[in-house]
């Protein structure tokens, strides 16, 4: 009879211990979870900013163009193309609301 009660409380410690490991893992799992979650929300904000950044030069090249001696006709051709760019990004936002 020792022998049984020995070995379903060794039992009983052990299955405590799994129990325990698999709280203390899904709560790890949980905090993996939310950094990766704080991660991607980063970089989408970054690749945001560079997007912008990316238009912002665009811009600024196109004024340097404008300030130099040349054809005003491709200026203002490039500078359309940008607003129909903005203007279907800005529908695709609206859409996607």
Do not use: H, P, Y
């Not at 790890?28 to 970089?43: F, G, N, P, T, Y």
């Not at 004024?63 to 193309?81: A, H, R, Y």
């Amino acid at each position: 009879m020792f022998d049984f009660e020995t070995s379903v409380t060794g039992i009983e410690f052990k299955v405590r211990q799994l129990a325990d490991e698999v709280a203390r893992l899904r709560s790890l799992v949980s905090e993996k979870d939310d950094r990766c979650r704080e991660l991607q929300e980063a970089l989408d904000n970054k690749e945001i900013i560079i997007n912008n950044l990316k238009e912002e030069n665009k811009l600024i090249k196109l004024g340097n163009k404008l300030t130099e001696k040349g054809d005003c006709s491709e200026i203002k051709l490039k500078i359309n193309q940008m607003i129909r760019t903005i203007d279907r990004s800005l529908e695709i936002l609206k859409v996607e609301s």
